[in-house]
């Protein structure tokens, strides 16, 4: 399994930011994908999720309406398009996987991650 998150950087309070990660190494189309995001010193926190066909989708409630989760099944990518940044918003985003179709917000059932690209928001 290979994650490769692209599109963090320093963005301005109220901005916009696309996140992608790119997936190889496994049947991209059959799993969960998941957008995580980690504070330092603090515990990774679930931001969205998205079944393997793209049906089933879910969001961590501070991101819920400013955020959206997307997924290409064709192109093996798993997109973020985040809306509204706030500063809190500060953290290094990760992409992740697991083997089920089916979403859930618990860190500990995703089983492979990305290196993270880290998005800051800062006036």
């Known amino acids: 399994v290979h994650l490769v998150e692209s599109g963090g950087g320093l963005v301005q309070p109220g901005d916009s930011l696309r996140l992608s990660c790119a997936a190889s190494?496994?049947?991209?189309?059959?799993?969960?994908m998941a957008w995580f995001r980690q504070k330092p010193g603090r515990d990774r926190e679930f931001v969205a999720a998205?079944?393997?066909?793209?049906?089933?989708?879910t969001y961590g409630g501070s991101v819920r309406g400013r955020f959206i989760i997307s997924r290409d099944n064709d192109k093996n990518t798993v997109d973020l398009q985040m809306s509204a940044l706030e500063p809190e918003d500060t953290a290094v985003y990760y992409c992740?996987?697991?083997?089920?179709?089916?979403?859930?917000?618990?860190?500990?059932?995703?089983?492979?991650w990305g290196q993270g690209t880290q998005v800051t928001v800062s006036s």
């Open positions: 992740a996987m697991r083997y089920a179709a089916g979403v859930t917000t618990e860190v500990y059932h995703w089983s492979d």
């Open positions: 190494g496994f049947a991209f189309s059959s799993y969960a």
């Open positions: 998205i079944s393997y066909r793209g049906r089933g989708i």
